[in-house]
Antibody, heavy 115, light 110 residues
């Protein structure tokens, strides 16, 4: 069964950092591009970042450019999102999703930025 | 303000049909494939439609997608109470080099 499991969320102060992880199982991560998508409480979906299967192509939403870094370790079947200089408006559930079309989603991990 | 425009809400009776529109532009819908996602309350989004009109394995044929020019439409027939959810359209925007979503449409089955 194809499965994505996010972890690493939690409460962090404004200006702080957090690293999210996404563990893939049931498929070979190295064959697929991956994304991070977030959803603020009570709001819609917002795409955050994309990374190609071999990490050669990376895109970011303007709202996180320069603060967030997407990466992957295909040997560990894992995807990451390093989040620095966090702001209150980054508070959201963060999902990892497989493929450019976002075909498979994880259950999400909550990030709360608050003092 | 979302790049793609969806109606905030739609409603219909059980057994009826409903359509949800998604309006974009030449940099997104007109020249890229459109996907649709269903988000049931308290759960992660799930892919319903990809490549404008294709259904992943396990998605019933009550769900359909179409695209014309800068707009796309999700159709749901034989509505069930279990279809009550938020529905989002999404596509790649070639000008922004970003995936973009609609603001979401809340479906109520009366």
């Amino acid at each position: 069964e194809v499965q994505l499991v996010e972890s690493g969320g939690g409460l962090v102060q404004p200006g702080g950092s957090l690293r999210l992880s996404c563990a893939a199982s049931g498929f070979t991560l190295s064959s697929y591009s991956m994304n991070w998508v977030r959803q603020a409480p009570g709001k819609g979906l917002e795409w955050v970042s994309y990374i190609s299967s071999g990490s050669s192509t990376i895109y970011y939403a303007d709202s996180v450019k320069g603060r967030f870094t997407i990466s992957r370790d295909n040997a560990k079947n894992s995807l990451y999102l390093q989040m620095n200089s966090l702001r209150a408006e980054d508070t959201a559930v963060y999902y990892c999703a497989r493929d450019l079309e976002l075909r498979t989603w994880g259950q999400g991990t909550l990030v709360t930025v608050s003092s | 303000q979302s790049v793609l425009t969806q109606p905030p809400s739609v409603s219909a009776a059980p057994g009826q049909k409903v359509t949800i529109s998604c309006s974009g532009s030449s940099s997104n819908i007109a020249n890229n494939y459109v996907s649709w996602y269903q988000q049931l309350p308290g759960t992660a989004p799930k892919l319903l439609i990809y490549d404008n009109n294709k259904r992943p394995s396990g998605i019933p044929d009550r769900f359909s997608g179409s695209k014309s020019g800068t707009s796309a439409t999700l159709g749901i027939t034989g509505l069930q109470t279990g279809d009550e959810a938020d529905y989002y359209c999404g596509t790649w925007d070639s000008s922004l080099s970003a995936w973009v979503f609609g603001g979401g449409t809340k479906l109520t089955v009366l």
